[in-house]
């Protein structure tokens, strides 16, 4: 599998990207979740698709791996921001439409984009995500807080999701390149789910890629930040705008945002729901053929 990494200006900023496949094939955008890289998006599964004849795009948003990294209080966002900066990509690279691929947060972006871009998306996959509007980052700051959830809202994370986050909330940060990568270990064994095994020196290695590779690790926090800034970023009501076929796909061992799919299919006109028996939030090797398959299929509806 060959690739071409390189920094692609968008507006004030320069994103990593990273393309496999033919550049004349079919487009493929891939967005992945807040605070993540996109080389979370893993090579097998890059490679199946670009081998069924796509143009595969991964790239790192802005302030986390080799993207622009800057101060937040010097150059402050919402998330907003990270919406735009996809379509400035597409813009960059002179793609009018593409099949849209999100993994958690950045599903969020993918359906944000494919209700007020229609045009730009030809088919739009959301993967371990919540539904647009329904303010899933509230539920879960309520759930961290121990806070009742108000009539209505999503379903909570699972308890060992909310265990674990609430102890990191109140233990000292990470200080040292050490600490930092056995955190993200420790993170990736629960976002992984409670059915598939999960391989522990595999991920010390990607993580010390990660970390090594960041411009500034610090900065990964701003995505948070840019949450905060606008509490009420996500449009209500405009998941019923979406236009493209639409997959949903959820793991029967989501951790993060159990039940969500099904909400997001039910909100989409046409869209299917597919739950990936044992998967928990993470494309973990075990996932990756069903779900690279599905989605070779589900390109080929458009």
Known sequence: MTAEGRLVTVGDIELWTEEFGDPSHPPVLLIMGSMT???LWPDEFVGRVAAAGYRVIRYDHRDVGRSTARDFEAHPYTWA???DDALG???ALGIDRAH???HSAGGLLAQWIAADHPERVATLTVIGSSPLGAREGQVLTRAL?????PAGSLPEPRPEFIEFFRAALTAAPPSTRAEAIDFQIATAR????????FDEDAQRRLEELLFDRARDPRTTANHRLAGMADLEFEPVGALVKVQ?????????????????GALIAEAIAGARLLMVQDMGHMIAPEVVE???TALIAHFATA
């Open 145 to 149: 807080l121990g806070e009742p959830q």
């Open 81 to 83: 921001a990270l919406k």
């Open 244 to 260: 493209a076929p639409t997959l949903v796909v959820e793991g029967t061992r989501e951790p993060a945002k159990p039940g969500h």
């Open 89 to 91: 990509l597409l813009d």
């Open 100 to 102: 849209v691929v999100g």
């Open 190 to 197: 629960v976002m992984n789910g409670t059915a598939l095994p």
């Open 37 to 39: 890289q996109g080389l």
């Open 290 to 292: 069903p779900i690279a």
